[in-house]
């Protein structure tokens, strides 16, 4: 049976700038990529070479039938030391912006999506709570900038991501090869307090990274007051078994719960959630044996879009806007029956009547997954290491029909 989604629905797929862009030399994450020791597997090197080929990517996601694009405009390129923005990078964007609205897709655009300028990092980072204020004064002269041509803001991509990372530490990566990978960063940058979010004291980073996004959303407003702004968190479906419930609600409460109750002063919610989060007394708990499990490790549940749109409204009492849901797989068909799964739990809250605005798939490009390099693909696109060259896939061909005509058979 065919569903209709709500006219306006958003339909878009997402990217961030340090994954597709190419050679983002002033970024922290450049330069934990190429210390001795480092805990990357790949270089992020050219990447998918975006900072060129936005405009070939944008007419393929028109082609497809998109009406939106995420993407995000980089800390380092448009601010490259302390107060000195760059002209040249905000014409850059400028430039990109007015190649979605030739191509029809409403720019949703990430503040900040992981990576930071060196000098913010080797100044502590999002430890360090002057951090806050300098990514107020940067979204700042963002907005002035190219706020006339953006239709939706995240500030801090996934800003509980440090809080998320810390409960896999250990198991995906050595602690001792973070700590010895940022001691190396921290000589390079001749400082003694490098700190990178995703990898840094997590305790530390949440008022810094929660009094961010309220200093760009106060510096968004002050430019224009009509621009939706809205936080993004990382959400999992939290489930508990018997016995566990004590320990998830206190893991959910660490993690997810204490960001979304600052999300209340914005105009959306960003949801991005893969997976669900399973606990029993002692803790997490791996996927049971036999499931299916995707290319990271985490199983395979397209039923956490549903689960997590509630936990979010239910929260923050805002509009959803689902900024990041995918699956990294090398069989497309399956990531193609995740994407139909996925829809059918969404149709499931708009049928309830919660304020879904639209779906952003993650992501465009198979492109640069921070530490695990190359190897994960997630891309509705796949790109040739050594040509560049862009091939759709069958998923991408599905979705861009749903996206096309604003429905889909979700069985």
Excluded at 247 to 265: C, N, P, S, T, W
Excluded at 319 to 344: H, M, Q, S
Aim: with cysteine; glycine share 8%.
């Amino acid at each position: 049976m065919s569903y209709q989604f709500p006219d306006g629905f958003v339909w878009g797929t997402s990217t961030s700038a340090h994954q597709v862009e190419g050679n983002n030399t002033q970024s922290d994450y450049w330069l934990m990529e190429h210390v001795e020791p480092t805990i990357f597997a790949d270089l992020s090197g050219d990447a998918c070479d975006q900072y060129h080929r936005y405009e070939d990517d944008l007419a393929l996601l028109e082609q497809l039938g998109f009406n939106a694009y995420r993407f995000s405009v980089e800390w380092a390129r448009i601010e490259p030391e302390p107060g000195h923005f760059s002209q040249a990078a905000l014409d850059h964007y400028r430039r990109v912006l007015e190649a979605c609205h030739r191509h029809g897709l409403q720019p949703v655009v990430t503040y900040h999506h992981f990576t930071s300028p060196r000098w913010v990092a080797a100044a502590g980072g999002w430890e360090n709570m002057e951090t806050a204020a300098r990514f107020g004064e940067y979204a700042k002269r963002v907005t002035h900038d190219l706020g006339d041509l953006i239709g939706w803001v995240c500030t801090i991509n996934e800003l509980n991501i440090t809080a998320l990372i810390d409960e896999f530490k250990g198991t995906m990566i050595p602690a001792e090869a973070i700590d010895a990978m940022l001691a190396a960063a921290a000589r390079a940058s001749g400082s003694d307090r490098f700190s990178a979010l995703l990898l840094g004291d997590s305790a530390a980073i949440e008022p810094v990274v929660i009094a961010g996004h309220h200093a760009a959303m106060q510096a968004i407003k002050s430019v224009r007051t009509d621009l939706p702004v809205g936080m993004t968190v990382a959400m999992s479906d939290y489930q508990a078994l018997p016995g566990g419930e004590a320990m998830m609600q206190a893991k959910r409460e660490k993690i997810q719960d204490v960001y979304l109750r600052e999300a209340g002063d914005g105009d959306f919610i960003g949801v991005q959630c893969y997976s669900r989060s399973r606990y029993g007394p002692e803790g997490m708990l791996p996927p049971e044996e036999g499931v299916e499990v995707t290319q990271m490790g985490y199983e395979f549940w397209p039923e956490c879009v549903g689960a997590c749109i509630r936990d979010a409204v239910e929260l923050t009492g805002l509009p959803a806007l689902i900024t990041e849901n995918g699956i990294g797989t090398d069989d497309d068909t399956r990531r193609t029956e995740y994407l139909r799964r996925a829809l059918a739990s969404l149709k499931e809250c708009l049928d309830d009547g919660l304020d879904v605005r639209g779906y952003c798939q993650w992501s465009l490009l198979d492109n640069f997954e921070w530490m695990l390099g190359y190897r994960p693909t997630f891309g509705i696109v796949a790109v040739d290491r050594a040509t560049q060259v862009r091939t759709p896939k069958p998923s991408a061909a599905w979705l861009g029909e749903v996206a096309r005509s604003n429905t889909a058979d979700l069985g």
